[in-house]
């Protein structure tokens, strides 16, 4: 799925996909919804909270959360809305203006995954700089014979190199790094501590490209985190808020898509320094992290308003597209109704899994840029 969401460019067909994977997921989940949003109310209200979204913006430790988001969104958005313009321009000329209009927002199915969550999919369709100074280590890669399993042992090497944990041997035996072919599984990566002091997993279906290498060291840091903390007592045993979790992976995944580490690392022959390659790698850097913050504010702002009752189910997808349209300025390639349940197409969801601490994990690409 994730493949044809990023390579095909046949509108009908992402449009079919797009809409199929959201009648065999969201849709079929609606209901069940609304009783989870009351049993997430109900144990938030036992632990003397208001309701469950001020339960989740607890970690956070500020009274005015969700207003500190939103300031912090107004001051990123002009850059936002030049990527966002130069992406529909580029997007217009690939698909043509009767399908991409100069002045709507973007049919989320042709952005390169299955949510609009990272572009980087449609990169090389949007490229500043066409031609061979885009970074992609995946054919390298599949040439030198990388596994699930070497990624995963290249990112344990980069850890140690520097000086911090060899992953346990619990580890190795108990993750689960890629597709079991034997049975299905939720393929959304994670991270798991067992708090037993041994046992740390990975459950992951990686396969050996870029992205999955990148996402490798992601999981690992995690894993990292939990034995950095791990003979402090139980309370202690925990990031300092959500956000560092993330924010740690993400800092060092960034270290590891640079293009001088990828050359250390053999995947790229030769570093070309020049104004085109920095630009398409800056680019690069931006399809996948500013296009991610949009996203990820509607998450969670999307499940504040549910667990306030501010938005009660009859209104929960029109909700979802009108925070869609205002933040990331997408619409759906085909007519949505209350029959439809978008917001559950997206594993965390469901899963309730709180979003808004991945926002961190762009916080190291703003202070790098800003370096720069
Ligand atoms: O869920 C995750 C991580 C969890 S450790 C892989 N992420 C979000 C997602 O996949 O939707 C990372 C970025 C966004
Ligand atoms: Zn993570």
């Given at each position: 799925?994730?493949?044809?969401?990023?390579?095909s460019r046949d509108w009908d067909e992402l449009q079919h996909v797009w809409a199929e994977w959201r009648r065999n997921t969201g849709r079929r989940n609606g209901d069940l919804y609304e009783q989870l949003v009351d049993l997430t109310n109900h144990a938030a209200?036992?632990?003397?909270?208001t309701d469950a979204s001020a339960y989740w913006q607890f970690p956070y430790e500020s009274p005015n959360f969700r207003q500190e988001v939103d300031d912090v969104w107004e001051q990123i958005k002009p850059l936002y809305t030049l990527l966002h313009a130069y992406v529909r321009r580029r997007l217009r000329e690939a698909y043509g203006p009767e399908r991409i209009s100069r002045s709507a927002p973007i049919p989320a199915h042709v952005l390169g995954d299955m949510w609009g969550q990272s572009w980087s999919g449609i990169v090389p369709l949007t490229l500043p700089y066409p031609g061979k100074t885009l970074v992609d280590v995946t054919p390298e890669m599949i040439q030198q014979g990388y596994t699930p399993l070497s990624v995963f042992q290249l990112a344990?090497?980069?850890?140690?190199?520097?000086?911090?944990?060899?992953?346990?041997?619990?580890?190795?035996?108990?993750?689960?790094?890629?597709?079991?072919?034997?049975?299905?599984?939720?393929?959304?990566?994670?991270?798991?501590?067992?708090?037993?002091?041994?046992?740390?997993?990975?459950?992951?279906?990686?396969?050996?490209?870029q992205k999955d290498l990148v996402t490798a060291h992601h999981e690992m840091a995690h894993v990292q985190y939990f034995l950095a903390y791990r003979n402090l007592p139980k309370v202690f045993r925990d990031g300092a808020n959500p956000g560092f979790h993330e924010a740690?992976?993400?800092?060092?995944?960034?270290?590891?898509?640079s293009p001088r580490h990828l050359q250390t690392l053999g995947l790229v022959q030769r570093s070309v320094d020049d104004t085109a390659h920095d630009m398409n790698f800056l680019f690069t850097q931006a399809m996948d992290k500013l296009a991610f913050l949009p996203f990820a504010l509607v998450m969670d702002r999307w499940r504040w308003d549910v667990f306030t009752g501010d938005i009660r189910k009859e209104q929960y997808n029109c909700h979802w597209w009108r925070l869609r349209e205002q933040y990331q300025g997408v619409k759906p390639p085909v007519l949505r109704s209350e029959?439809?349940?978008?917001?559950?197409?997206?594993?965390?969801?469901?899963?309730?899994?709180?979003?808004?601490?991945?926002?961190?994990?762009?916080?190291?690409?703003?202070?790098?840029?800003?370096n720069l």
């Open positions: 799925m994730q493949f044809l969401m990023s390579h209200r036992l632990n003397n909270f344990e090497e980069f850890f140690v190199s520097m000086n911090m944990s060899a992953m346990p041997p619990d580890f190795w035996q108990l993750s689960v790094l890629e597709q079991p072919p034997e049975r299905h599984i939720h393929c959304q990566p994670s991270a798991w501590d067992f708090c037993n002091k041994h046992d740390y997993r990975i459950k992951m279906c990686a396969h050996a490209d740690i992976g993400e800092t060092v995944a960034l270290s590891v898509s029959l439809d349940f978008d917001p559950g197409s997206k594993y965390h969801i469901p899963a309730n899994i709180p979003y808004i601490r991945s926002v961190a994990s762009i916080t190291p690409v703003i202070i790098r840029t800003h």
